[in-house]
């Protein structure tokens, strides 16, 4: 299985990735455009995805706000963020 970049023929071009949890689409996004608006680039192609592993869901325990309920995003009584 090839990385996505040498699938699509990029494998010389700036390539990078970005984990920080659930903002890594947002941060792929604004490094994009700061890029292109620098000059650094003419076009990106850009993306995230996040997946809820033991370690994912471990760092938000350290946190303290991991709900030890059922998730209710809107309930005004609700418990941590997830």
């Not at 938000?60 to 418990?79: C, G, H, V, W």
């Amino acid at each position: 299985m090839q990385a996505i970049p040498q699938h699509i023929g990029l494998e010389e071009s700036f390539v990078t990735t970005i984990s920080t949890a659930c903002s890594s689409a947002a941060n792929a996004i604004m490094l994009g455009a700061r890029m292109i608006k620098s000059g650094q680039l003419d076009r990106v192609i850009v993306g995230g995805t996040d997946c809820l592993s033991k370690f994912t869901l471990n760092g938000f325990k350290t946190l303290m706000i991991q709900s030890d309920t059922y998730n209710a995003p809107f309930d005004e009584n609700r418990k941590g963020s997830i």
